[in-house]
Each structure stands twice: as C-alpha cells, then as structure tokens.
C-alpha cells in the first residue's frame, strides 16, 4: 500500500512547476503567508509541494495581496527536516 508522503521541491522546480518568481514568492514568506522552506543544510532548503498547492488554491489569484498566515508560523521563518 502506498503512503502519502510529502514531495518537496527545490526553489527552481517550484517556480517553475507553479509559474512563480523568485521575488514573489520570498515576499510572500515575509509577510507570513507563503509556506517557508524546510532547511536541509546550509545551503538547501526545500518546500512541501502540498503545501504551495494548499496556499496556490486558497489565494486563488495573482497580484501581492495574501490571505493570512499559513499554519501558525512566524514570517520568514524556516523550518528544519530532521534526518
């Protein structure tokens, strides 16, 4: 039986998987709304597919008007895997 693992992604597959630009989407970060990267090592950092789907979905559009911060984090903050 599969499980539902997550799927992450580095920075240029994410932008070009959903269309995004760099810019937007660490904006995004700091105003708290976008899903930070989980930080894999100094100098990789990963997003949860999922969740940039979730957030991609709620917002429902484009400009620089986010909803509200997603699942309780602080802006700008990253989040570590543990290996």
């Known amino acids: 039986m599969l499980e539902n693992k ?3 992604a580095r920075l240029p597959i994410l932008l070009q998987t959903f269309g995004l630009k760099r810019s937007t989407v660490y ?3 700091r105003k708290g709304n976008f899903p930070p990267p989980y930080k894999v090592g ?6 949860d597919i999922a ?8 917002r429902g559009g484009g400009g620089h008007s986010p909803e509200g911060a997603v699942h309780g984090l602080k802006p700008g903050k990253s989040r570590v895997i543990d290996a």
């Open 42 to 47: 100094d100098r990789c950092s990963l997003w």
């Open 51 to 58: 969740e940039v789907e979730e957030y991609l979905r709620r």
């Open 6 to 8: 997550p799927i992450y």
């Open 27 to 29: 904006f995004w970060i």
